[in-house]
């Protein structure tokens, strides 16, 4: 790189010293250092996959470029024919049955357990995102959950072929299914106030219907198209 540290007399005699032949590169031209070259592909990929998912955030940056450093380290040099994980520690090796089995970002399924199903009938399995596996856990990797932001570790997981439209749509049948009946109350309001909007518009010049006419036609109308129940003492529908 061409900075002033890199060219002052220290740096230049220690390079004498040790027998170092450097070259900095041109100014603003980072490209021509191999290694500025492969931190802007990393760059470039990570962007590329956060801008092309519809439920990854821009906060997942981290998560992408330690998946994308740990890969790098885990396959074979071409120059060496080893990985730089493997030069430092020779003991290091790849277990391809549960590491990288799948691609940064890809939906996939795991198992809710029991204790933490909320309902008798809450479902038994869950969707996220890929972002990983997790470092000195066997078989297990880190998920994103795009509806809490929140990622959690998980095993037994397995690749499914949904669209992420699919997804939403899917999680918002399940905020359906959970919530609450509509009060009484609420529904009265809204016809009463659509009452008022209809006969505000008078083109034959008839009286207005007042306030408290209103409401008992309301009133009656929903006693006569609606059941009723009551539960704890107030009226829901």
């Not at 391809?96 to 199903?117: N, S, W």
């Not at 905020?175 to 309001?189: I, S």
């Not at 008078?202 to 009133?219: C, I, V």
Request: with cysteine; proline share 3%; aromatic share 10%.
């Amino acid at each position: 790189d061409f900075r002033n540290i890199y060219r002052t007399e220290e740096v230049t005699n220690f390079n004498l010293d040790n027998d170092i032949d450097h070259q900095s590169s041109s100014p603003y031209h980072k490209w021509q250092s191999t290694v500025e070259r492969d931190i802007q592909t990393m760059m470039i990929n990570v962007a590329a996959i956060i801008y092309g998912s519809m439920l990854m955030r821009a906060d997942s940056w981290s998560h992408a470029i330690e998946h994308c450093v740990r890969i790098h380290n885990d396959v074979p040099n071409l120059n060496t024919r080893t990985t730089p994980n493997r030069l430092i520690d020779s003991t290091a090796y790849v277990n391809a049955l549960y590491q990288y089995r799948y691609a940064f970002g890809d939906m996939i399924c795991y198992g809710i357990p029991k204790e933490l199903r909320g309902w008798k009938f809450d479902v038994r399995n869950e969707l996220g995102l890929y972002l990983g596996d997790v470092q000195g856990v066997k078989g297990s990797c880190k998920v994103y959950q795009p509806y809490e932001h929140s990622v959690i570790i998980r095993a037994d997981t397995a690749p499914i072929n949904v669209s992420e439209a699919q997804l939403l749509h899917w999680y918002h049948r399940r905020m359906e299914v959970h919530q609450r009946t509509l009060p009484y109350k609420e529904v009265e309001d809204a016809v009463i106030d659509l009452m008022h909007i209809n006969d505000a518009v008078d083109h034959k010049g008839t009286q207005t219907p007042s306030t408290e006419e209103n409401t008992q036609r309301a009133t009656d109308t929903l006693t006569t198209t609606m059941e009723f129940s009551d539960t704890e003492g107030d009226k829901t529908v």
